[in-house]
Nanobody, 121 residues
Framework: QVQLVESGGGLVQAGGSLRLSCIASGRIWSINTMGWYRQAPEKHRELVAQITSSGSIKYTDSAKGRFTISRDNAKNTVYLQMDSLKPEDTARYYC???????????????WGKGTLVTVSS
């Protein structure tokens, strides 16, 4: 099993910054994508940012120019630097990875339990 543990959420005023971290541990052969999703109350979970093992990055439109995703492959860690936060960024942020536990296994999606980000106006 692969475990994901997020940290770095909290309460911040609009215009402020937060940095989320997520560490993957457990039985890991390889990790392809790592990323962040978020889910606000009564809304669907949506992709915020994603980075592949080769460094290709994807952002949702609302995150472009404000959020920066990065990754430390040696530490199986992904970060999300969030600047110029807005009240509409308030949500639970979930770490996601697509990883293999063994060489011969197909990749599987894994999720963290989430960290709450609250942006006050």
């Amino acid at each position: 099993q692969v475990q994901l543990v997020e940290s770095g959420g909290g309460l911040v005023q609009a215009g402020g910054s937060l940095r989320l971290s997520c560490i993957a541990s457990g039985r890991i052969w390889s990790i392809n994508t790592m990323g962040w999703y978020r889910q606000a109350p009564e809304k669907h979970r949506e992709l915020v940012a994603q980075i592949t093992s080769s460094g290709s990055i994807k952002y949702t439109d609302s995150a472009k120019g404000r959020f920066t995703i990065s990754r430390d492959n040696a530490k199986n860690t992904v970060y999300l630097q969030m600047d110029s936060l807005k009240p509409e960024d308030t949500a639970r942020y979930y770490c996601h990875t697509h990883a293999k536990e063994t060489e011969f296994q197909y990749g599987v999606d894994y999720w963290g339990k989430g960290t709450l980000v609250t942006v006050s106006s």
